[in-house]
């Protein structure tokens, strides 16, 4: 490493986080409004009661005054620009999924920054090298904060157009309420040792059994998100016409969406659908449960084309010949009642032996592997337990080349969905410097142990 974290956290004090009462805040502002390399957003996070149960409110955390937060949007190439406000009781920060930044736009407390503190507000800047469906959430007490609703999707353009004229985001989200709406667990011991803490109520934006208008007969580009602390949708769409286009933002040579998918926490696929005739409907489902519903409405424009496919991210190519290759086994350890006794949350689960603390500020000086700037590694994924997980990685993408489980047509990723005792090989280019966050996305599950830090410099 470069820097020590002394000299980071020294530098980032003095130049981004400043108190609303540090007085004359606007001088710190980096960017203009009228930005010509891209839109510059002001978010703020703040409570909002929220009318998920019929005639009950909520107590729900929000960006942007919205569950899902503001849909924030940029062109690929371009930056973005957000002045994270926090109006929360709580510190927090943004941690932008998928995207790869600079280790100090990651929002990684006492890693990339420190954690923004009620009252304070944070500059993210960084250009956006992919296009794609991203998402943005805090890094910090996952369960609770993803669990009151801090999540948001990023959609980052193609620069030049697709063929795709109509679009949808669904963002998908099932909360941990109540039949009076009142916040249940977001994390239970006993749960977190096997699949996660389960919400009890499905929402598609924010909405239990949404209805999603399409225009009859034409091809809508639907992304859609699973932003859940826990479930693993298995998505499907009976008798619809669909094509997969893309895997969590980068696209594959479209193939039909088939019986069903499934989508991980923190994965995201990007559809074509073919709305059917005006009036008719299609269910989307999880396995056999449906969670909204498409309909289809007249419209006057002609039938629509399906689009070419969609054009490759510029993610480098690892060299599988010279690549190193490194062994990740992710293990089972529970003890449930390690912790609990002092509100610590019990230690559940290990990567090759080690558990992540997130109580514990320093875990992240103690890296489990060490990558040299520019090298190529194929990382041996060995999952030793009866769950699944969705291993995701920070600052750089994968490309996944095999399974012991199913045939895999290499595409590149942030998040790969590793099942019950199955073995997966992955391949990158470690070409972005820092220290970055290696986790499972069941959020009980990376704060009971599964996560670790790999460092490239
Ligand atoms: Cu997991």
Redesign the pocket.
């Known amino acids: 490493m470069s820097f020590t974290r002394r000299q980071l956290l020294g530098g980032l004090v003095g130049l981004a986080v400043v108190g609303f009462g540090a007085g004359g805040a606007s001088r710190y502002w980096l960017g203009r409004r009228d930005s010509p390399v891209g839109p510059v957003y002001e978010l703020i996070a703040a409570p909002l009661d929220l009318e998920l149960v019929a005639g009950h409110q909520t107590p729900a955390w929000a960006f942007g005054g919205t569950v899902p937060g503001t849909e924030l949007r940029v062109r690929q190439g371009d930056w973005l620009r957000v002045r994270f406000v926090n109006k929360l009781p709580v510190p927090t920060t943004i941690h932008w999924h998928g995207i790869r930044l600079p280790l100090e736009m990651d929002g990684v407390p006492y890693v990339s920054q420190l954690p923004v503190l009620p009252g304070e507000y944070f500059d993210y800047q960084f250009r956006v090298p992919d296009a794609g469906s991203y998402w943005y959430h805090p890094h910090v007490n996952s369960s609770e904060q993803l669990g009151r609703g801090l999540v948001g999707a990023l959609i980052v353009e193609e620069r030049e157009p697709t063929g795709f004229k109509h679009e949808r985001t669904l963002s998908l989200k099932s909360w941990h309420v109540d039949e009076a709406g009142a916040f249940t667990d977001f994390s239970v011991p006993r749960e977190a040792a096997r699949g996660?803490t389960a919400g009890r109520l499905s929402t598609i934006n924010g909405v239990p059994q949404a209805i999603i208008d399409l225009p009859a007969g034409q091809i809508v580009r639907v992304r859609v998100l699973n932003l859940d602390n826990t479930l693993t949708y298995r998505l499907n769409l009976p008798d619809a016409e669909a094509q997969i286009y893309a895997l969590d933002g980068n696209p594959i040579t479209p193939r039909p969406l088939g019986k069903d998918y499934w989508l991980g926490p923190g994965m995201r696929v990007c559809l074509a659908i073919k709305a059917p005739a005006a009036g008719k409907e299609i269910s989307i489902r999880n396995g056999p449960v449906r969670l909204g519903t498409f309909r289809s409405v007249a419209n006057n424009e002609a039938p629509g084309a399906w689009p070419r496919p969609l054009p490759a991210n510029p993610i480098a190519e690892p060299d599988l010949a010279s690549a190193e290759t490194l062994n990740f086994n992710f293990e089972w350890v529970g003890s449930v009642s390690v912790n609990v006794e002092n509100g610590a949350p019990p230690s559940l689960?290990q990567i090759n032996g080690k558990a992540w603390d997130i109580t514990d500020k320093t875990c992240a000086d103690r890296p489990i592997a060490k990558l040299v700037k520019g090298k190529s590694y194929i990382f041996e994924l060995k999952n030793m337990t009866q769950?699944q997980?969705?291993i995701h990685l920070h600052g750089m993408s994968f490309k996944v080349i095999a399974s012991d489980r199913k045939a895999i047509i290499p595409y590149f990723t942030d998040t790969y969905l590793l099942g019950k005792n199955e073995r997966a090989r992955v391949a990158l280019v470690a070409d972005n410097p820092g220290i970055w966050m290696f986790h499972?996305h069941?959020i009980d599950?990376m704060e009971t142990g599964?996560m670790a830090a790999i460092e490239v410099s």
Request: charged share 0%; aromatic share 22%.
């Open positions: 996660g689960w769950y997980h969705p499972c069941v599950h599964l």
